[in-house]
T-cell receptor
């Protein structure tokens, strides 16, 4: 199993540009989520999905869109990048159920100029 | 408000010098407490899940314990390869389908040869 994979590893954007961060998992996990990690703030939940076709907002959803057309993939879209979105983005997945553990991908480092 | 505080922020140990990392938490109800290891430029790597006070988990030189207000990660006879940032996270019962993890800011551990 490859686990949770993310692409690209690093991206530079100009303010106002759009892009999609890719996330895929091969563990047949129902639950997938996106976090951002900023210095001194810990990881914060952006959006999550409990299954194909079902998504919802997390703690910091503004400026981001998600969709879940398959169990395996959960892309994160930045509609109009802003410098405040400079961060490291992590995708995570887990089984559904009571005491599931979330497994994280390697991250995408994003710089918005 | 759910809160996780990790201490110390940074810890430097000599190889073989045992110590403990602390994770204090405040949640309305705990569904699970998670420990992750994060190496520079990588995603968080799952270590342990603890569910109830008194529970302990071990893996090689690491042992995690849980009380009603805090968790400790004990490192016995550490080696340089144990150097990393250790993250603590809680999943409150109130997180519902979001399964949102509330993370601490981490303890950066450096083990000197």
């Amino acid at each position: 199993n490859a686990g949770v994979t993310q692409t690209p590893k690093f991206q530079v954007l100009k303010t106002g540009q759009s892009m999609t961060l890719q996330c895929a998992q091969d563990m047949n996990h129902e639950y997938m989520s996106w976090y951002r990690q900023d210095p001194g703030m810990g990881l914060r939940l952006i959006h999550y999905s409990v299954g194909a076709g079902i998504t919802d907002q997390g703690e910091v959803p503004n400026g981001y869109n998600v969709s879940r057309s398959t169990t395996e993939d959960f892309p994160l879209r930045l509609l109009s990048a802003a410098p405040s979105q400079t961060s490291v983005y992590f995708c995570a997945s887990s089984f559904s159920g009571g005491r599931e553990t979330q497994y994280f991908g390697p991250g995408t480092r994003l710089l918005v100029l | 408000e759910d809160q996780v505080t990790q201490s110390p922020e940074a810890l430097r140990l000599q190889e073989g010098e045992s110590s403990s990392l602390n994770c204090s938490y405040t949640v309305s109800g705990l569904r699970g407490l998670f420990w992750y290891r994060q190496d520079p430029g990588k995603g968080p790597e799952f270590l342990f899940t603890l569910y109830s006070a008194g529970e302990e988990k071990e893996k090689e030189r690491l042992k995690a314990t849980l009380t009603k207000k805090e968790s400790f990660l004990h490192i016995t006879a550490p080696k340089p390869e144990d150097s990393a940032t250790y993250l603590c996270a809680v999943r409150p019962i109130s997180s519902g389908s979001a399964r949102q993890l509330t993370f601490g800011s981490g303890t950066q551990l450096t083990v000197l040869p």
